[in-house]
């Protein structure tokens, strides 16, 4: 059973940056892949980003290219999202999962996921 604990929330104005983490305990970090997920209230999950175990593969979400980055620390246990120029659209809970997967493949949707977090409000202010 794997927990998982985001960090780094909070409010910023547009054009801000953000740095969310995600602490990992209670099971082998480098056997999973890593996502990140985000609701804005009203909507559904959408995912973000996503890492595989060894960190050399990502993925984002066409809405956040080039302006988020995700990475990982094994050794740390860490899985982080850097966001930079954070729009107003960014605002929303944002959570990150892990999916027991030692590949290149990477998931993008929701229940493919083993294990989230729960969440961390991330509020951009025009």
């Known amino acids: 059973q794997v927990q998982l604990s985001e960090s780094g929330g909070g409010m910023v104005q547009a054009g801000g940056s953000l740095r969310l983490s995600c602490a990992a305990s209670?099971?082998?970090?480098?056997?999973?892949?890593m996502g990140w997920f985000r609701q804005a209230l009203g909507k559904e999950r959408e995912f973000v980003a996503a890492?595989?175990?060894?960190?050399?593969?990502?993925y984002f979400a066409d809405s956040v290219k080039g302006r988020f980055t995700i990475s990982r620390d094994n050794a740390k246990n860490t899985v982080y999202l850097q966001m930079n120029s954070l729009k107003p659209e960014d605002t929303a809970v944002y959570y990150c999962?892990?999916?027991?997967?030692?590949?290149?493949?990477?998931?993008?949707?929701?229940?493919?996921?083993?294990?989230w977090g729960q969440g961390t409000q991330v509020t951009v202010s025009s």
């Open positions: 999962a892990a999916a027991a997967l030692r590949s290149t493949v990477l998931f993008t949707r929701p229940f493919k996921y083993d294990y």
């Open positions: 209670g099971g082998t970090f480098s056997s999973y892949a």
């Open positions: 890492i595989t175990w060894s960190g050399v593969g990502t």
